[in-house]
């Protein structure tokens, strides 16, 4: 098939190259020509595992371009996919949705034919309507253009194998017998016929789907911080009672990862836009709990501060402080609401040096942080330093020998945001070592 891939950040780039593996014809749009400059290279503008080698090999061959003309992309094919940015508008807890508006009528206009258009961006359930009204209010083929749902459920770093390999596929739609299902169930043919659960619902059941999913996902992290809470209070170990519970087949081990909480783009603005919305309809109160799991993953931040400020004997002014993390998970360079640099920027502020280092992220950091200080090896970021704070579990940190960091530091004292460093290890290297959750 030949579609689009309108947007093309993180979700767009990726899904733009994974329409490509799949053997299609793609041209991904985007009104950022910098970011279409460097995708047409081959590369993209974030790191993602393996994405890079994907998009060389597909603009290599042809399948695959980018442009910044909404006409070249609306004369290219008759399915476009929309993966532009809903970001948390400035201030409130509701989604910006301003990105998916602007591209609605910039391509609308230029729609003269029956077209698809598949929206993956996350939204406020309610959105498919005035979605479907722009459309056939600006497009000439007026209502030979459907709207179909189609939110995503990607990692980061493992967004390709959640693309071409999902858990499930969801399908959303106005109505029960449409044209538009036909057309996605075509260009998604080999990964149904790979047997991935594929599930074809009504547009308010769609939209809800991924905000639901993130909110569950990070009720189950708050939750097992909470849990940490009462551990460091009881001298419990968090890590092992998570092993605990994950056994239960109905509570299960995956993603309840006690440590320094969530960030990135998604959590934490799906929940609040999960909140914002549901208070919308009058609902409120039956999320009244995702305002906990919020708050719970914000003291996490301010508990890995006081631990600082407890290992330094109340003295953070002057104090050298190294961070081994900026992203706010491993193998990715998105900072965005990043745990490790929240923590870092409040300990600024109260006075300390602090030198970050990061595999991926240290440019974007800098940009963002500028009065942080920035090294790239994390051995040589430990010198001189009276704290080592591990707050990103990249597994290259979990390696390194702390034999060869205890003559460097000041003041051999760490402390570990995840449960990934070997705490026996560091003591017996000479470490002062603490862990979020663990006596």
């Known amino acids: 098939m030949k579609l689009t891939v309108i947007g093309c950040g993180y979700l767009g780039a990726t899904h733009a190259a994974c329409m490509a593996e799949l053997g299609h014809e793609v041209l991904g749009m985007d009104s950022d020509l910098d970011k279409v400059q460097v995708l047409n290279t081959g590369k993209a503008p974030f790191h993602e595992r393996d994405l890079d080698e994907m998009l060389a090999r597909h603009t290599a061959s042809g399948r695959l371009k980018f442009t910044a003309s909404y006409a070249e992309a609306a004369a290219f094919a008759d399915l476009h996919f929309i993966g532009v940015g809903t970001p948390q508008q400035p201030g409130e807890n509701a989604y910006d949705l301003s990105y998916l508006f602007a591209a609605v009528r910039q391509l ?24 479907r009204d722009l459309l056939h209010e600006f497009a000439p083929a ?9 939110p995503e459920f990607l990692r980061e770093s493992f967004a390709i ?36 659960p594929t599930i074809v619902t009504d547009w308010a059941t769609a939209e809800l789907a991924k905000a639901s999913a993130n909110a569950f996902l990070a009720t189950k992290i708050s939750f097992i911080n909470a849990v940490a809470e009462v551990c460091e209070a009881s001298g419990a170990d968090v890590n092992t009672l998570a092993d605990i519970l994950g056994h239960d087949a109905r509570i299960g081990r995956r993603g309840m990862r006690p440590g320094l909480g969530f960030g990135g783009g998604c959590l934490p603005k799906d929940i609040r836009g999960f909140m914002a919305r549901a208070g919308e309809l009058g609902a409120d109160q039956a999320l009244t709990i995702l305002r906990e799991v919020d708050a719970i993953n914000n003291r996490r931040r301010e508990r890995m501060v006081d631990l600082a400020r407890e290992q330094l004997e109340g003295i953070l002014m002057g104090k050298r402080i190294t961070v081994w993390g900026a992203a706010f998970k491993p193998d990715t360079d998105d900072i965005r609401d990043s745990p490790a640099l929240a923590v870092a920027q409040k300990l600024h502020e109260l006075g300390a040096a602090v030198t970050v280092t990061d595999p991926q992220a240290v440019d974007k950091a800098r940009k963002q942080h500028p009065e942080l200080d920035y090294v790239d090896d994390p051995i040589a970021a430990v010198q001189d330093a009276d704290l080592l704070l591990h707050l990103t579990e990249w597994p290259q940190f979990a390696h390194i020998d702390p034999h060869r960091l205890a003559a460097r530091a000041a003041n051999p004292r760490v402390i570990d945001g995840h449960g990934t460093l070997n705490a026996d290890t560091w003591r017996q290297a000479g470490w002062k070592f603490r862990a979020l959750g663990r006596p």
């Open 108 to 131: 609308a206009p230029r729609l003269k034919d029956p077209a698809v258009i598949a929206v993956k961006s996350t939204v406020p359930v309610g959105t498919a309507p005035r979605v």
């Open 161 to 196: 194998e959640d693309t071409l390999r999902p858990d499930r596929l969801v399908l959303g739609f106005d109505t029960k017998h449409s044209w538009a299902e036909a057309v996605l169930r075509q260009c998604f043919d080999k990964v149904i016929e790979a047997g991935t």
């Open 142 to 150: 007026g209502d030979r253009v459907e709207v179909a749902w189609n």
